[in-house]
């Protein structure tokens, strides 16, 4: 029921994190849960496969669920052990970890955020837009919805130098599109990306299908270096459904009254064409 968090798991299914079907918003979510997720948030997830043979953890054995994301989070530096050489896989995410775990995918330093942990952390996140649609208690357990609100809060943000995340994410990657369609007909085939960017649209090939609920969102597509589409995650503009009332030169009124200027200078596109 909640469009933000369906929004959420929608990027993330986009990236291939859910490629085996299996999610619910509201599962408790794992430690090594979690390592896929932030994996895919970090524009890794397809690098994992090299990492499956490592034995990192006493806990985490090669081979084991999830055991190649936890490796490869953890040699990045973004998700680490319980310091003891375990790592508890199986254990609940709590709300701290995963915060931390977002800051530091931001690029943000220890010394940057604060000597006090979690609360300088959970203040940082408050202050640049983390805890967007979320309440955060720093020892409760965080479901697979909350914390895919919370990376995609961190993808759809900058990073600690002011950069775009999600612009560095992928190879290449387009800003300010507008996915017009996630199935179009071109001559890459019957299932191509559609987007409108810079004044023009263009088809993309899907490495990994995007979900429909990303249709009509405006964004950064992400681009693998072959050029097909390996993402696409949407930025804070609003998207309105509305029934128009009536229309004139400078904007329209929808059947409940509310009114919407509209620029001379505003793109319109209509099923799927500009």
């Not at 709590?94 to 530091?104: D, F, G, S």
């Not at 085939?189 to 559609?194: A, I, L, Q, R, T």
Request: with cysteine; charged share 15%; aromatic share 8%.
């Amino acid at each position: 029921s909640d469009t933000d968090t369906e929004l959420a798991m929608a990027v993330f299914e986009g990236l291939g994190a859910f490629e085996d079907g299996t999610m619910s918003s509201s599962d408790a979510m794992t430690r090594g849960e979690f390592a896929r997720l932030l994996a895919y948030a970090l524009g890794k997830g397809d690098e994992a496969g090299s990492y499956s043979r490592r034995t990192m953890y006493t806990d985490v054995p090669a081979g084991s669920d999830n055991a190649s994301y936890i490796n490869l989070v953890s040699s990045e530096g973004v998700l680490t052990g319980n310091g003891d050489g375990t790592f508890s896989p199986d254990d609940g995410i709590t709300c701290a970890a995963a915060v931390t775990a977002a800051i530091h995918m931001l690029g943000y330093t220890s010394a940057e955020v604060g000597t006090v942990w979690p609360d300088d952390y959970i203040d940082l996140a408050n202050e640049i837009g983390l805890s967007d649609g979320l309440t955060l208690s720093s020892n409760s357990t965080m479901t697979m919805g909350q914390a895919a609100r919370l990376l995609f809060n961190a993808m759809r943000g900058d990073t600690a130098s002011g950069v775009s995340y999600a612009s560095q994410m992928s190879d290449r990657s387009v800003s300010n599109a507008i996915l017009l369609s996630n199935s179009a007909t071109s001559d890459l085939g019957y299932n191509s990306v559609k987007v409108y960017a810079n004044g023009s649209s263009t088809y993309y090939s899907q490495s990994v299908s995007l979900p429909g609920e990303l249709v009509g969102t405006s964004g950064t597509l992400l681009l693998n270096s072959s050029g097909s589409v390996c993402g696409f995650v949407p930025d804070a503009a609003s998207v309105v459904q509305v029934k128009v009332k009536s229309v004139t030169g400078s904007g329209l009124t929808t059947d409940g009254g509310s009114t919407y200027p509209i620029s001379s200078s505003a793109s319109v596109v209509y099923r799927a064409e500009r």
